[in-house]
């Protein structure tokens, strides 16, 4: 297969490249995300001072020194395992967003989000997860999301079948909801995320389905797509630690993943709006729900 020219690369890259990594390397990156929510995570939920809890861009949106130690540390470990990798942190990019600059001419990266769901970590809620993923030139080709309360995670890349695995015991093949009339469908929503002046009409459309819901929490979020217990879900915010391990783990279960101006998510995408449905017929549905998000050319 011909790699995309760095220099060229457009936000709309294949999806359908061969997995990265070895099976070995997806333990070995597993191995280092268990030690780091035991050595860095874990000790501090629900004993974090005031001091340990800071605020980033708003009061929404925090950071703890768990966050910080955690992804320093499997930073750390990942540049030993895979020295020639680029290896993109959430908290490296909020020093220096110039390193989103170097996802579409690396032809491994990885992405780290060493507390997805900081809030909720913060205030003593056990819904917060650890997401890792390896890119090939923007478009994913590894996802890891670890709970370090349950101590299992769900892993895929893009030849194999989603799995829930734990450290005993057999692995459970994961599988998307099927299709249904949207009344039916329960989603993932985060309303705040969107700009204020379409913030109104998208909270209009939530009557029209089943539940809408957010957990504060991506992680949990896509694992929750992944095991076919949530239909669908939107967002116009596309951090790659956020979205790329999630992104591939919905597709391999079954789930249709478009961006919905059109186009394959890649994490070299800096903005627009990710819609993940149960198939191709429910995601034209949804599309139409929410054309007035688009510009009059992207909704024709």
Request: glycine residues 6%; aromatic residues 8%.
């Amino acid at each position: 297969m011909t790699e995309p020219d760095p220099q060229t690369a457009t936000q709309t890259l294949p999806a359908a490249v061969g997995p990265a990594l070895s099976p070995a390397q997806r333990t070995q990156i597993v191995n280092i995300v268990r030690r780091a929510a035991r050595a860095e995570i874990m000790p501090r939920f629900r004993r974090l001072s005031d001091g340990d809890i800071r605020i980033k861009s708003n009061a929404s949106d925090l950071v703890t020194d768990a966050d910080t130690r955690a992804e320093a540390m499997i930073t750390r470990a990942l540049q030993i395992a895979f020295p020639s990798a680029l290896v993109i942190g959430e908290e490296a990019v909020a020093a220096d967003p110039a390193l989103l600059d170097g996802i579409a001419g690396a032809q491994l990266a990885f992405h780290i989000d060493p507390v997805d769901g900081t809030w909720n970590f913060a205030h003593g809620i056990a819904v917060f997860g650890v997401i890792i993923a390896a890119t090939r030139y923007g478009t994913p080709v590894f996802g890891l999301i670890y709970d370090p309360v349950g101590d299992d995670w769900v892993i895929a890349d893009p030849e194999m079948t989603p799995q829930l695995q734990r450290p005993f015991g057999a692995a459970q093949d994961l599988k998307a909801a099927t299709g249904k009339p949207l009344e039916d469908l329960s989603g993932i929503i985060p309303l705040h995320l969107f700009p204020k002046d379409k913030q109104p009409q998208l909270a209009a459309t939530f009557p029209s389905f089943a539940r809408i819901t957010t957990l504060r929490c991506s992680a949990h979020e896509y694992r929750l797509l992944a095991q076919g217990h949530l239909d669908f879900s939107l967002t116009a915010m596309l951090h790659p630690w956020d979205h790329a391990a999630g992104a591939l783990i919905a597709a391999r279960a079954g789930a249709h993943v478009e961006m919905l101006e059109g186009g394959d998510y890649t994490a070299i995408r800096r903005s627009g709006h990710l819609l993940i449905a149960p198939d191709k017929p429910t995601w034209s549905k949804l599309k139409k729900q929410f054309a007035f998000l688009l510009t009059a050319a992207e909704s024709a």
